[in-house]
């Protein structure tokens, strides 16, 4: 690996830019050392360990990612950190483990014009809902100011809704609907997808949680004519009242996201912090391959977990830490659904508004050897110290290119979203999926581990940056307005 060598009278000038404290020379050479402790090797052997075959793929629970947890949180603990909650570097949360029950003890029946019992093939019971409720339909849309009361909800829905309107549910019973029909127009292709979805075993936040009504997908086309006349137009459902039930069974589990930090060294700036996250599971053991049934997750995302850990190790080494505080977070349950960063979200342990930003880490070690992508840059200020950052540091030999993927929303696939809905600022490194994406063959050879460095070692100098920075990073008005206030990426 080829070693770092910056000029320091650079990275002073930029040091005054940012108002950091102290001698700029020494600072700037402290930075200099700083970067210099993220290494390939140590990467090698971070990534290794996090993504041999002893542990099975780290599935969200499991006892394995339950090793890694602590596994990092010691290392956090050699490094000087600070534990975040309390005096342990690990925060504990519930989760409930649901399934939809047998087809045999679920039912959607139809009363009226054309009406029946739909065939098991023309519906998919929701798990999480559970009982039986039978009374009048009405229909009820993804905005409306009046959901039905007394009545069961018959709400439209296409594939691109299909979570908005899974999130839309509580609301509508909360409301007084007594269960929810969800009638969606899509492929056999995606119905059959939903249905694998339901049938297999689902992950939430949260203790064991009934909704206390049944809901369930049906297909549109298998209601009444008339019904689904109504429903297009959003016309009167008076003909019409239904039975529906459904059955879903639960079981408790808990995982663990670990957590250290560093005090800033600023008495103003202290209580703001900067976070930095990667999640720290993956999917577990699966279907054979050649062979192989474990799916190592050493691109995903065993290299943004070691990537946070040679950053701690990094801002860690520091004589006089940056103005603002540094958190270093590995969150589980990310490939069940963002699960660790969505109750770190709710619950956090360093207060959301104090929280100047997030730097989220997903898959850094494949593919393009000096070329990153950054998803987020355009919606902050942060793309701009970003790009400052990339000028001050050439040695680094990176270019950083917009999202190429569009189409795949990757926007909403990360932890960093969890944050972004809550306000904060992010930036997502990332450098693309791969042949080997959710597969066994995802190993630990297979990483480019000097690619991986320099981009650490990036996100180090820019984590300071921030940190030091006089003020906060600046949402562009109208992302904020898409993503915080209209809550979609």
Do not use: C
């Amino acid at each position: 690996m080829k070693p770092i060598r910056m000029s320091l009278a650079v990275i002073a000038a930029a040091l005054a830019v940012n108002g950091a404290p102290g001698s700029l020379a020494a600072q700037a050479e402290a930075a200099a050392a700083g970067a210099e402790t993220i290494t390939a090797a140590d990467l090698r052997f971070r990534i290794g360990a996090l993504a041999h075959d002893s542990m099975r793929g780290r599935a969200t629970p499991s006892p394995e990612l339950d090793k890694a947890a602590r596994h990092i949180a010691r290392r956090f603990e050699e490094f000087g950190l600070q534990p975040a909650d309390g005096d342990s570097y690990l925060q504990a949360y519930p989760l409930t483990a649901s399934r939809a029950g047998a087809p045999g003890r679920q039912l959607v029946e139809i009363d009226g014009p054309g009406g029946g019992a739909l065939a098991e093939s023309d519906y998919i019971a929701v798990a999480g809902g559970r009982g039986q409720a039978a009374g009048p339909l009405a229909i009820a849309s993804l905005t409306a100011a009046d959901p039905p009361t007394g009545a069961i909800a018959l709400m439209r829905v296409t594939p691109e809704d299909t979570r908005r309107a899974l999130e839309s549910i509580r609301g509508v019973l909360e409301s007084g609907a007594i269960a929810v029909l969800l009638a969606i127009d899509a492929s056999d292709d995606y119905f059959e997808a939903i249905r694998r979805f339901y049938e297999g075993e689902r992950l939430s936040v949260g203790v064991p949680e009934e909704l206390g009504a049944p809901i369930a997908f049906v297909r549109a086309i298998a209601l009444p004519e008339t019904l689904q006349a109504a429903l297009s137009a959003g016309g009167s459902t008076n003909a019409y009242e239904a039975t529906v039930r459904t059955h879903s069974e639960f079981r408790e589990e808990r995982a663990f996201n670990t957590i250290g930090w560093i005090e800033g060294s600023d008495p103003d700036l202290r209580d703001e912090f900067v976070v930095l996250t990667a999640h720290m599971d993956h999917v577990g053991v699966g279907r054979p391959i050649n062979g192989d049934s474990i799916y190592n997750g050493a691109d995903d995302d065993a290299s943004g977990t070691a990537a946070i850990v040679e950053l701690a190790e990094a801002f860690a080494s520091l004589e006089t830490p940056p103005r603002r505080s540094i958190v270093f977070m590995t969150v589980s349950g990310e490939e069940r659904g963002l699960l660790g960063s969505a109750w770190y979200a709710e619950n956090p342990l360093f207060p959301i508004g104090a929280t100047v930003a997030n730097l989220n880490i997903d898959m850094i070690g494949r593919n393009w050897r000096d070329t990153v992508v950054a998803i987020g840059r355009d919606e902050s200020t942060l793309g701009t110290a970003l790009e400052e950052t990339l000028r001050e540091h050439p040695e680094l030999g990176l270019e950083m290119i917009d999202d190429p993927w569009p189409e795949e929303n990757f926007y909403i696939r990360s932890d960093h979203y969890n944050f972004a809905r809550k306000g904060v600022p992010i930036l997502f490194f990332f450098t693309g999926t791969h042949e080997d994406y959710h597969g066994p063959n995802d190993e630990a050879d297979r990483i480019l581990y000097e690619k991986t460095a320099r981009i650490t070692r990036l996100i180090f100098h820019l984590g300071r940056r921030i940190a030091d920075a006089e003020g906060r990073p600046e949402w562009d008005p109208a992302a904020y307005r898409r993503v915080v206030e209209g809550g979609r990426g």
